[in-house]
């Protein structure tokens, strides 16, 4: 079964800062999706960005990037330029190719002005 | 925009009530999905459906049961509630098993007394 783990359980970042957020899985499998979901307070879970395993290039979304790192099976996010709204709990989720979803514990994000 | 929209927001139940949790969305996707989220463990996937009348179990269906008979809705029924169902309750649709994006309802808070 595949596991997904976000070691960081809170993060805080200046606004304008940069900040990263890590997240790991196991799998046995070679193709599968990877994706960050961002939880505002009170609000509905939004899709952040995705990441194809057999993509080698990171995937980016303005100022939300990735490293990708198949081999060592870790997938963090980069958030650059931080804002207020950006806020919330983030969760990393892996997607096996027959399409189950395994989700992080959840990494919650502190702005600070 | 899809919409995912939960019957709703917040719910107090008693132990040992039944208890209906409503789900629809209005993108005609095939899969629809209900987690339960708690501090700590993430989401974990209750049962999941990828067409009318089929579902499928997922990570701990037990004490729960689900029905999809149109495929715009999918409920979620706790047949006797407990203590140990207090939770925050989130529907999910997506269209297929890739890359797609999954859609997220705003969540029911569930409190058994």
């Known amino acids: 079964a595949q596991t997904v783990t976000q070691s960081q359980p809170e993060m805080s970042v200046q606004e304008a800062e940069t900040v990263t957020l890590s997240c790991t899985y196991d799998t046995s499998e070679s193709d599968y999706y990877l994706f960050w979901y961002k939880q505002p307070p009170s609000r509905q879970m939004i899709l952040v960005i995705r990441?194809?395993?057999?993509?080698?290039q990171n995937a980016t979304e303005n100022r939300f990037s990735v490293n990708f790192q198949k081999a060592a099976k870790s997938f963090s996010l980069k958030i650059s330029d931080s804002q207020l709204g950006d806020a919330a709990m983030y969760f990393c989720a892996y997607r096996s190719r027959a399409g189950k979803s395994t989700f992080g514990d959840g990494t919650t994000l502190t702005v600070k002005p | 925009d899809v919409k995912v929209t939960q019957s709703s927001r917040y719910l107090v139940k008693r132990t040992g009530e039944k208890v209906f949790l409503e789900c629809v969305q209005d993108m005609d996707h095939e899969n629809m999905f209900w987690y339960r989220q708690d501090p700590g463990l993430g989401l974990r996937l209750i049962y999941f459906s990828y067409d009318v009348k089929m579902k499928e179990k997922g990570d701990i269906p037990e004490g729960y049961s689900v029905s999809r008979e149109k495929k715009e809705r999918f409920s979620l029924i706790l047949e006797s509630a407990s203590t140990n169902q207090t939770s925050m309750y989130l529907c999910a649709s997506r269209e297929g098993q890739g890359p797609e994006t999954q859609y997220f309802g705003p969540g029911t808070r569930l409190l058994v007394l």
């Open positions: 990441q194809e395993a057999y993509k080698q």
